[in-house]
C-alpha cells in the first residue's frame, strides 16, 4: 500500500500529521436557498462540537450513532440561529468513517453560514473539496473507482450518468478488475513454481490460457471506457459540409426549437454556434458550422477554417450532403472513418444520387431522425452493455491499458520475464481500483470534487 498522506491542514494536529487528526467541516447542500440544508462535521472532536451547537435537551455526545435529535441551533451567546435536526453517527458506522455531526436546517445561505461559522470557531477546519469521501476512502470504505462514482453521481446529468456511477459505486467495477487480476495471480504462481525447473516449461493450461482469457477481458473491459468517459462527461458532435446542405436545419431538428438561422442563402452560418442536447443519455454539444467551400470572402474564410477545426476536435462529426442536389466532392479533408457518420439530407425531396452508407434525412419531415439517432448512440456508446460497469474515467482508462499492455507482452516472452509482466500487469489493475497508487494520482482524483463532498 502506498497511499500518499495528504497535506496536513493549517490546524494539522496528531503525531503524523496525516491530517485525518483533525475535524473537518461544510455545508454539504447546493448555494443558494432550498427547503432544508446540511452542515456535516467529521472527526474526533464532531460530536463534542455538536455538544456546543446544539440546544436540546439531549446531548449529541451521549446519543447512540444511528439516531437523530430535533432541537434549537444556538450561537456562542445562546442566540437562536435556527431549529433543526442533528444527525448522530459514531466511527466507524458513518460515511467517512468517523464520528460524524450533520446539523439539517432551514436551507438558506445564511442560515448555513451561522452554523458552520459557529462550527468552525469551536475548532473544525473547513473541509478540501472531496475530503469527507477522501476520508471514506483512505479509511478502506470506497476504493478509488468507487470514490470516482460519488463524483459521478453528484455530477450526473443524463440517466446513464447515473446508472454507471451507481453500478460503480456498488463496487461492480471493482469486482470486474478483481476477478481479472485474480486469473493473473494465479497464473504468476504457477509460472513461479516452476521457475526453479526451466527445463519443465509452465503448461498451456496454467500460463497461455488465463493470459488470453485476461487479455480478453481487457479489452472487452476497455471497450467500456469511451462510452463511461462520454456519457459522463458528455461528446461533441459537428455538423459539417457544404454551404446550404442543411446544417443548421438538422441542428434545430435535432434540438427540437429554432436554435440556429436558417434561409436558401448559401453561407448563413459564418461563425460556429453550441447547443446542449441529450441524444442515446448522452449529454452532447451540437456544433453548427459555416458550409465548407472555396471562398474569397474575408470572414466567410475564417469561419470555413474554423468549421474544419471543430470537425478535427469533435468526437464525432455529421458529414451532411445535400440529396437533391447533385453531389460534389467536399472541399476539406473528413476525420478517420470511425468518427464519422454520413448523412443525406432534404430526404423530402426526390434523391439525386443514392449511397448506402449515407442515412437520408430529412429536418423538415424529421424522417429519418429516429435512425440517426440511434447512430449517434451506437457511435458513442458502442457495444458496451448498459448493465455491465463500465471504466468511466480517464484514470481508469489509463490504468487498463498499461495492464493490456503487460499482458501482451508477457504472451510473448520466457516464464521468468513474463513473470515480471504479470507482476506490472497486477500493479496497473491496483491502481485502477487505488490500492496501490503513485503520489499525486489520489489528489488529482479529488481535486474535481466540490467542497462538501
Ligand atoms: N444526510 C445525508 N445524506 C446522504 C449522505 C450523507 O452523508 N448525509 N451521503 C454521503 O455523502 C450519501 C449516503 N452515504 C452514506 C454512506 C454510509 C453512511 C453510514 O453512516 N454508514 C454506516 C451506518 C450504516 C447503517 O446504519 O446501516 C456504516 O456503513 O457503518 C451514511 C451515508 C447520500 N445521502
Ligand atoms: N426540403 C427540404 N429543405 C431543407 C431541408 N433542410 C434544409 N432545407 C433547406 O435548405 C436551405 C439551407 O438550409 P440550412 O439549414 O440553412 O443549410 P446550412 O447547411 O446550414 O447552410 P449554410 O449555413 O449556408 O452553410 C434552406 O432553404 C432550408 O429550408 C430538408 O430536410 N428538406
Ligand atoms: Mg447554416
Not at 446544539?54 to 451521549?62: A, D, E, H, V, W
Not at 459514531?90 to 459557529?118: I, K, M
Request: net charge negative.
Amino acid at each position: 500500500m502506498t497511499h500518499p498522506a495528504p497535506s496536513a491542514g493549517p490546524h494539522g494536529t496528531g503525531p503524523r500529521r496525516t491530517g485525518l487528526a483533525d475535524t473537518i467541516a461544510a455545508v454539504a447542500t447546493a448555494p443558494g436557498h432550498a427547503g432544508v440544508g446540511i452542515v456535516r462535521v467529521s472527526g474526533p472532536d464532531a460530536l463534542r462540537i455538536a455538544d456546543e451547537v446544539f440546544g436540546g435537551r439531549r446531548r449529541p455526545s451521549r446519543t447512540p450513532g444511528g439516531r437523530f435529535l430535533f432541537g434549537p441551533l444556538r450561537a456562542e451567546d445562546g442566540e437562536l440561529l435556527d431549529e433543526g435536526l442533528c444527525l448522530v453517527f459514531r466511527a466507524p458506522h458513518s460515511y467517512t468513517g468517523e464520528d460524524v455531526a450533520e446539523f439539517q436546517t432551514h436551507g438558506s445561505p445564511a442560515v448555513l453560514g451561522q452554523v458552520l461559522g459557529r462550527i468552525l470557531a469551536l475548532g473544525a477546519r473547513t473541509a478540501r473539496p472531496g475530503e469527507f469521501t477522501l476520508r471514506a476512502y483512505l479509511g478502506g470504505r470506497l476504493d478509488l473507482a468507487q470514490a470516482e462514482a460519488v463524483l459521478g453521481l453528484v455530477n450526473a446529468g443524463t440517466e446513464t450518468a447515473r446508472r454507471q456511477s451507481a453500478l460503480g459505486l456498488s463496487g461492480a467495477l471493482g469486482e470486474r478488475v478483481a476477478g481479472i487480476a485474480a486469473g493473473l495471480t494465479r497464473t504468476l504462481a504457477a509460472i513461479q513454481a516452476l521457475l526453479d525447473y526451466p527445463e519443465e516449461g509452465v503448461p498451456d493450461e496454467d500460463r497461455a490460457a488465463p493470459l488470453a482469457e485476461a487479455e480478453r477481458d481487457l479489452r472487452g473491459l476497455l471497450g467500456t471506457a469511451r462510452a463511461g468517459q462520454v456519457s459522463t462527461r458528455g461528446a461533441r458532435l459537428a455538423l459539417v459540409g457544404r454551404p446550404n446542405a442543411g446544417k443548421s436545419s438538422l441542428l434545430n431538428a435535432l434540438l427540437g426549437y429554432e436554435r440556429s438561422i436558417v434561409t436558401p442563402i448559401p453561407g448563413t452560418t459564418r461563425d460556429y454556434l453550441e447547443a446542449g442536447v441529450e441524444l442515446a443519455g448522452v449529454p452532447v454539444t451540437l456544433v453548427d458550422t459555416a458550409g465548407l467551400r472555396e471562398t474569397d470572402d474575408v470572414v466567410e474564410a475564417a469561419g470555413v477554417r474554423q468549421a474544419a477545426h471543430l470537425a478535427a476536435h469533435a468526437d464525432l462529426v455529421l458529414v451532411l450532403e445535400d440529396g437533391s442536389a447533385p453531389r460534389e466532392a467536399l472541399p476539406a479533408e473528413l476525420p478517420e472513418e470511425g468518427r464519422v457518420i454520413r448523412v443525406q439530407t432534404k430526404a423530402d425531396l426526390p434523391p439525386r444520387w443514392t449511397d448506402p452508407a449515407a442515412l437520408r434525412v430529412s429536418a423538415v419531415t424529421g424522417a429519418g431522425l429516429p435512425e440517426l439517432r440511434e447512430a449517434i448512440g451506437q457511435a458513442l456508446l458502442g457495444d458496451a452493455a448498459r448493465g455491465e460497469a463500465w471504466l468511466t474515467t480517464e484514470r481508469q482508462a489509463d490504468a487498463a491499458r498499461r495492464a493490456l499492455a503487460h499482458v501482451g507482452a508477457a504472451q510473448t516472452l520466457p516464464d521468468d520475464l513474463a513473470g515480471f509482466e504479470i507482476e506490472e500487469a497486477l500493479h496497473a489493475l491496483a491502481e485502477l481500483t487505488g490500492q496501490d497508487v503513485q503520489e499525486g494520482v489520489v489528489d488529482a482524483v479529488f481535486r474535481n470534487f466540490c467542497v462538501g463532498k
